[in-house]
């Protein structure tokens, strides 16, 4: 886990790219996205930091890990980008999710289409309430939790989201490890251990709100004028290898080595 500038950034399994920069990758791939719809060709690097919310020189750092280092004058080739930034991410497979407490959150999910056009597709929803085995939620009928396992070998499925009360959460964390899951997003408000080797990413708008609701407080209390050296909606700048991009954490990787308990907390945003 990074904890200052000091020391070596976190870096992601693949090719040394620092942690930090993998969690502004997706936000960087939103704000390029938009710019290919609108079919823009190339784009500086200041206006796609403007536009991602991140510093330019950040920006230009971070391209850097990924051998993009855009035309003086001319700046950076934005469908080369696009595709680099995916191929980077792991988006240019489709990757198979199941979600697991079809309740209201679960079936909020199962409805948003920005999964699917992002190269997620949901295989399949699940929940241990009987009454809603067979039922359809966003075309996609319930299945019942006696079948999990079945479900995640068949559709060859390594991502799981656990949107059951808080709970059940670990209980159901460690039948989808069991069956082969290794990576997790939890939304449920409670901290997961899994075995090395597992990636939990926790959701938590609740922290969100009371990340805003520190903010506005101490805007309460800044005197009329008074400055901060940020600018206006500006959060406090975080660190800059080692911090996650915008805000404070939305999401934590949870990870346990084997016999030490739950450790390795690493905040990070995720684009909403
Ligand atoms: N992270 C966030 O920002 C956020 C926001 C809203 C809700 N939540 C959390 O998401 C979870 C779901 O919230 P909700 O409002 O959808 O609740 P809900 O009660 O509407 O739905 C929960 C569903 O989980 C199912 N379930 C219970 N135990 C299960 C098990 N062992 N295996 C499979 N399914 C099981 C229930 O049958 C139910 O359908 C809660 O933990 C809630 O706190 C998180």
């Avoid at 899951?181 to 251990?193: D, E, G, H, W, Y």
């Avoid at 008074?226 to 290898?241: F, M």
Wanted: charged letters at 20%; a negative charge.
């Amino acid at each position: 886990m990074a904890t200052g500038r000091n020391h070596r950034p976190a870096t992601s399994r693949s090719r040394g790219i620092p942690e930090a920069t993998v969690a502004r990758l997706p936000l960087y791939l939103r704000a390029l996205t938009a710019l290919s719809e609108r079919s823009v060709p190339t784009v500086s690097s200041e206006e796609l930091a403007s536009a991602a919310g991140v510093n330019s020189a950040k920006l230009r750092k971070d391209f850097s890990y990924l051998g993009s280092y855009g035309t003086r004058g001319v700046g950076y080739d934005v469908e080369y980008l696009v595709y680099q930034i995916s191929r980077e991410l792991g988006l240019t497979q489709d990757w198979p999710v199941v979600i697991v407490g079809i309740g209201n959150l679960g079936a909020a999910l199962a409805n948003y289409g920005g999964f699917a056009s992002r190269g997620f597709r949901v295989a399949a929803l699940i929940d241990a309430d009987p009454q809603l085995a067979g039922k359809p939620v966003a075309g996609i009928p319930v299945q019942h939790t006696d079948e999990l396992e079945k479900i995640i070998s068949d559709n060859g499925v390594s991502i799981g989201v656990i949107a059951t009360p808080a709970g059940a959460a670990q209980q159901v964390c460690d039948r989808l490890v069991a069956a082969g899951i290794t990576s997790i997003l939890n939304f449920a408000p409670t901290v997961l251990s899994v075995p090395e080797g597992v990636d939990v990413r926790k959701v938590d708008l609740s922290i969100e709100l009371q990340i805003l609701a520190f903010h506005e407080q101490r805007k309460a209390g800044e005197e009329p004028g008074a400055s901060s050296g940020r600018r206006p909606g500006e959060a406090a700048a975080p660190d800059v290898d080692t911090a996650p991009p915008a805000a404070p954490p939305a999401v934590a990787v949870t990870k346990r080595p084997p016999e030490s308990g739950p450790d390795g907390d690493l905040p990070a945003v995720m684009p909403a």
